[in-house]
């Protein structure tokens, strides 16, 4: 840990660090007392796949988050939060550029062959916080690329399947002791798939990343798949209920996580100087969410608890997205740049508000998953309508290798159901070229209305809003307008 103080005291030399120290932000303390003028900490929490209904605080009875239920007690939860695009690589770099991957460069996966990245024009959060005068560090899942374009000063090592390991880990960094804040990008694995299948479970679940021997810290909290709430827009199987069950223990072992960074922050004295910020990349690994821009793909959890709420434990009707997510860190940490513009904007203004009526509408953005995976979907959503744009229309509907390998989707295919939780099965694979929902009336997203007479006006009035969105993001895709 000397080479990393070392680190910060000769970045507090350079004047550009000076002047931007210089910006401040006045805390309050627990108690209400003003807390000495300075920037806060910052960790921003990313899960890998998880949905917004699979936490007690947001309304599930059956699982078992009291970690994160306590922090959104102590804050304010998004019901209207969502990711841009529901692809890990992708969604991560809007995540932490506040620019859609469609013009980020990120357009799907960045591992392996997939090998999406990043424009060199990007200015991405950590650099802009390491510009800002803050300490960046990382640890866990990370699936962006280039380096130079995301780079973190510290890198920190741990198993992102393993959250209570991750937060041990970052004691010492949280212990450092300088004139910067620093900014923690914790990132797990949990509970995306993984690790294979439960050969001596009944109906073979895959394990989302669940051992037999468990973790080093971890108390594991398993579920009984009869127990465990089936969302509408899953089918009821043994096979769903089984996987779901694996699922919940993965979430678990993320709250665990949460709920030892908490404790090292505390034991450091830095808890009352932290902002905490909980999302997830994109909705849970099961057809009908994760690769889709349905409401169960892009509506996720988002708790943000800031040292100086006044209003805790209120729920904000905002809706926000992932591309505003760096223009509100950085006006958190009073970083925000005067020369660079973000699609996204800081929704730091609603922290303490339940009802906002200026967060009307929100976008989102697909193009790829896997590359083998091309289907561009542009979505603009208000309140009440939603329009989908399939500008591969004409192909079938691609899944993800481990969302077709699934218990899940195989036992639908051996039963020849026609449904998939509330949609058809052919409707799931065949899409047209616009889908048109009313939220208010279909919440399920079943009841197409872009044919329908009497949604001409709302479906014109979305596509002009949706044009317009492409022209200010400069979204290639919107040649396909002329085109095709």
Not at 93 to 105: E, F, K
Not at 193 to 209: T, V
Request: charged content about 25%.
């Amino acid at each position: 840990m000397a080479d990393q103080t070392m680190t910060r005291r000769d970045f507090m030399k350079g004047s550009a660090a000076g002047v931007a120290m210089m910006a401040t932000a006045s805390l309050v303390t627990r108690n209400g007392t003003a807390a000495e003028t300075t920037r806060p900490n910052i960790i921003l929490i990313v899960a890998d796949d998880h949905g917004r209904g699979d936490l007690g605080c947001y309304g599930n009875p059956a699982i078992r988050t009291p970690n994160l239920d306590k922090l959104a007690a102590e804050g304010v939860r998004f019901t209207n939060a969502f990711c841009t695009t529901a692809s890990c690589s992708a969604s991560r770099s809007v995540i932490l550029s506040g620019l859609y991957n469609h013009y980020n460069g990120q357009y799907g996966h960045q591992h392996s062959y997939h090998h999406f990245v990043s424009f060199d024009y990007v200015r991405s959060l950590p650099v802009l916080l390491s510009q800002g005068g803050y300490h960046t560090a990382r640890i866990g899942k990370y699936h962006v690329a280039p380096d130079e374009i995301y780079k973190f000063e510290t890198v920190l090592q741990g198993n992102d399947r393993n959250a209570v390991q991750m937060a041990n880990n970052c004691a010492k960094f949280l212990e450092i002791r300088d004139s910067r804040p620093f900014f923690l990008y914790f990132c797990t694995s949990d509970p995306h798939r993984g690790g294979g299948k439960a050969a001596d479970l009944p109906h073979q679940p895959d394990r989302f990343g669940n051992r037999a021997q468990g973790y080093p810290g971890v108390t594991e909290v398993k579920y009984d798949p009869k127990e465990v709430r089936v969302p509408d827009f899953l089918p009821d199987w043994s096979e769903c209920r089984a996987e779901l069950a694996q699922y919940c223990q993965a979430v678990s072992r993320i709250d665990q996580g949460i709920g030892r960074l908490v404790e090292h922050l505390k034991k450091v004295g830095q808890y009352d100087n932290t902002v905490l910020i909980y999302i997830s990349d994109n909705g849970i690994a099961f057809p009908g969410a994760k690769t889709t821009a349905y409401e169960p793909g892009l509506n996720l959890p988002c708790i943000i608890r800031t040292p100086w709420q006044q209003k805790k434990g209120i729920a904000c009707d905002a809706l926000v997205n992932w591309a505003d997510l760096t223009p509100t860190i950085l006006d958190l940490a009073g970083a925000m740049p005067g020369d660079y513009e973000f699609h996204g904007r800081s929704f730091k203004p609603v922290l303490e508000r339940e009802h906002v009526e200026d967060w009307d509408t929100t976008y989102a953005s697909h193009t790829f998953h896997e590359i083998t995976m091309y289907y561009p979907m542009r979505v603009v959503r208000e309140r009440r309508f939603k329009l989908i744009w399939n500008i591969a229309h004409g192909l079938d509907y691609p899944f993800a290798s481990d969302l077709w390998e699934s218990a899940t989707w195989q036992a639908t295919i051996r039963s020849g159901s026609k449904l998939y939780g509330k949609r058809t099965v052919d409707a799931y694979l065949h899409r047209p070229a616009f889908e048109l929902y009313d939220l208010e009336a279909d919440p399920h997203e079943v009841k197409n209305l872009a044919d329908d007479p009497q949604h001409r006006d709302t479906l014109d009035r979305m596509k002009v809003k949706l044009k317009a969105f492409q022209k200010r993001t400069k979204d290639p895709w919107i040649l396909k307008w002329e085109y095709e």
